[in-house]
């Protein structure tokens, strides 16, 4: 399973990356491959402030609704809308086309504090053993 060396990732199976002063979110490909077929996503409104680890976005599969939660405080710069009209670029390319907000942070701090590639390893391998 691929997980990116230069992003960062959440105990929720969030991943974050740094560009400028924003920071791009998705779900890992460990949480796309466990939700199987996305079929709606709700994300949230752009100039939303949030606080890290609460609940910002929704994404439903054909099995269930998961929350989708900031990985860091900040406000809601963009969306990307093109996943609400086709969820399923989720599945095709979490890293990618499948992005789903980005968020100007508010706490350098808060970044330093996620998870590298090899402490997101660890995680998975620690749930499944």
């Known amino acids: ?21 924003e920071a791009v979110v998705g779900i890992t490909a460990h949480a796309q491959q466990e939700l199987r077929d996305i079929v709606f996503i709700e994300l949230p409104k752009v100039g939303t402030v949030v606080k890290q680890a609460a609940a910002v976005a929704v994404i439903e599969s054909v099995k269930a609704a998961f929350d989708i939660y900031a990985p860091v405080s900040g406000t809601i710069k963009r969306v990307n809308e093109a996943v609400t009209g086709s969820p399923q ?19 350098s701090q808060e970044f330093s504090r996620l998870l590298s590639v090899e402490a997101y390893r660890q995680k998975l391998q620690a749930e499944t053993h």
């Open 1 to 21: 399973m691929q997980f990116p060396e230069e992003l960062r990732y959440t105990t929720t199976h969030e991943w974050i990356k740094l560009q400028g002063t």
């Open 89 to 107: 670029r989720v599945n095709q390319d979490c890293y990618g086309v499948g992005w789903l907000f980005a968020i100007e942070p508010s706490d």
